[in-house]
């Protein structure tokens, strides 16, 4: 059994403590968001390409949905 982490107080749910565990990995996805960004200054205008097991790789998709809010291209291999 996990112990909860500190009270919302805003009103809002932390969306990594509001998805599925066995089908996302929201704590990779955004590990990955921000090493990209560290690394290449931006997010925007990227191209990204997905590599592996894009079927069922949670890390994968997690990554892609989070992706989605910024301006950039995805594409699968």
């Known amino acids: 059994m996990s112990t909860p982490g500190p009270p919302d107080t805003t009103g809002h ?41 894009l079927k069922f790789g949670r890390t994968v998709r997690t990554l892609a949905k989070l992706l989605q809010h910024y301006h950039v291209r995805m594409v699968g291999g």
């Not at 929201?26 to 560290?38: G, H």
Request: proline share 5%; charged share 15%; no cysteine.
């Open 13 to 53: 749910s932390s969306p990594s403590t509001t998805r599925n565990g066995s089908l996302e990995h929201p704590t990779q996805a955004f590990l990955d968001l921000f090493t990209i960004r560290e690394e290449l200054g931006t997010i925007n205008g990227l191209t990204i390409t997905f590599v592996g097991d």
